[in-house]
């Protein structure tokens, strides 16, 4: 292949990356198989943060993780435990209103993932679920995904 159809080919590849949303993830499910789709990490109260999917035929589960955002500083001390507020809402696309759960957690400088909604949905349907943390003084910037159940 000589290189200008080289280029062609990379340019074609980019351009249909290029057109797919980043926060849509299209699971193709069978019922004994389970799927696990993460959405972009985010930063919320200095935490590192993401909300993720497990799909498993048409059953959802979606729960969010939180981590350091980075490494401590060398020759600092370990960050002591935290009390987070977290708020993981799941809703179906165009459907009904959002299954929300709000529950306090203590982060210890281990990743954390909070677990609790479960959904059966649809084939066809795209499911959104969007994940918030808090801690005094700042205040929840959610991070969102979806999935969009095929079957």
């Known amino acids: 292949m000589n290189r200008l159809a080289l280029l062609a080919a ?3 590849s980019l351009a249909i990356y290029a057109i797919t949303p980043a926060s849509a993830a299209v699971a ?3 019922t004994s198989e389970t799927v696990t789709s993460c959405g972009n990490s985010g930063l919320q109260a200095g935490l590192a943060t993401r909300v993720c999917a497990e799909i498993s035929g ?3 589960e979606f729960y969010g993780t939180v981590g ?3 490494p401590p ?3 600092s001390p370990a960050p002591g435990a935290k009390e ?3 708020t993981l809402s799941v809703e179906v696309v165009g459907g009904t209103t959002p299954a929300t759960q709000t529950k306090p957690v203590i982060f210890a400088s281990s990743n954390l993932e909070v677990h609790g909604l479960v959904s059966t949905v649809p084939c066809g349907s795209t499911v959104r679920g969007t994940f918030g943390v808090a801690s005094f003084p700042w205040t929840a910037r959610p991070v969102v995904h979806e999935v969009t ?3």
């Open 10 to 12: 990379g340019a074609a």
């Open 68 to 70: 350091l955002a980075g």
């Open 28 to 30: 193709q499910t069978d």
């Open 73 to 75: 500083s060398p020759g």
């Open 84 to 86: 987070l507020f977290t």
């Open 149 to 151: 159940i095929t079957c």
């Open 58 to 60: 048409t059953t959802v």
